[in-house]
Nanobody, 125 residues
Framework: QLRLVESGGDKVQPGGSLTLSCSTS????????IGWFRQAPGKEREGLAC????????EYAGFVKGRFTISRNNTRNAVFLQMSALTPEDTGLYLC??????????????????WGQGTQVTVSS
């Protein structure tokens, strides 16, 4: 069973940047569309971004577009989420999971329910 491990979460000041990593062993992430999600206290889990398998097409939620960048490194078998201009509203548990893909387009809000432990991001002064 595919198990993804998130890392890189930290406490940062508003306006700061952070890069999260998503990795696994035993499977090649290159074969999957991967998405990043966020679970904030008292809020529903929301899809942030995804990257498709094959062409590596990227999709973003409107509220992170221009601030977050998703990428993959197939050699390292990892998917990354670079985040900048962070605000306290970005605080939450960040998770990665495979998402559905239609042709070459990944679906950022349509996850397969295979959740890991996540990594905590706290944006606070």
């Amino acid at each position: 069973q595919l198990r993804l491990v998130e890392s890189g979460g930290d406490k940062v000041q508003p306006g700061g940047s952070l890069t999260l990593s998503c990795s696994t062993s035993g499977f090649s992430l290159a074969n999957f569309a991967i998405g990043w999600f966020r679970q904030a206290p008292g809020k529903e889990r929301e899809g942030l971004a995804c990257i498709s398998s094959g062409d590596g097409n990227k999709e973003y939620a409107g509220f992170v577009k221009g601030r977050f960048t998703i990428s993959r490194n197939n050699t390292r078998n990892a998917v990354f989420l670079q985040m900048s201009a962070l605000t306290p509203e970005d605080t939450g548990l960040y998770l990665c999971t495979p998402v559905r893909q239609v042709r070459t387009t990944c679906m950022p809000g349509d996850p397969y329910d295979s959740w890991g432990q996540g990594t905590q991001v706290t944006v606070s002064s």
